[in-house]
């Protein structure tokens, strides 16, 4: 009998306590990510054209976050593009992105769906994690006319 009042009890305390998930329709899950230095400020710009500015990559990642329509979702990128010079930013960016996250520079930013495409057919030899233990140069991206190619670094 103690055991029936015990499972009425849990079943009652279940079902009216709310568990708050993620609604998988609000994620925005991105594929390739831009980070530049702008005005002093960490820029940093995503395929699903969420957008964030901010002191430091915290910052601008808090700032891209506040003002998304979804639930930006950083895990899912495959691709890092960095523009040329703000490479001092790449440590920072790291704790956000998966080690497997391949990486690229560019001198200006590209349209990032196109890249996107690209990317995923001429991927990128160096991983956030080949960076970090080896220091290894990074492949730049270069944007001709409607069409991408690797350049000499």
């Not at 899912?76 to 040329?84: F, H, K, P, S």
């Not at 270069?142 to 350049?151: L, P």
């Amino acid at each position: 009998m103690k055991r029936w009042i015990l499972y009425i009890a849990v079943v009652a305390l279940l079902s009216t306590t709310s568990f708050r998930g993620t609604d998988i329709a609000k994620l925005a899950p991105v594929e390739v990510v831009w980070l530049a230095e702008e005005d002093g400020q960490v820029l940093l710009m995503t395929d699903t054209e969420d957008v964030g500015r901010g002191a430091d990559v915290q910052e601008a990642l808090a700032d891209m976050k506040a003002a998304a329509l979804g639930t930006v979702f950083l895990d899912t990128a495959d691709y890092l593009i960095v523009e040329t010079g703000a490479e001092k930013f790449l440590n920072q960016i790291a704790a956000a992105l998966r080690p497997s996250c391949m990486i690229c520079r560019a001198k200006q930013v590209p349209d990032l769906k196109k890249a996107a495409q690209f990317l995923s057919v001429h991927e990128p030899d160096v991983t956030l994690r080949q960076w970090q233990n080896d220091s290894v140069k990074l492949p730049v991206l270069k944007e001709e006319e409607r069409s991408f190619v690797w350049d000499e670094p």
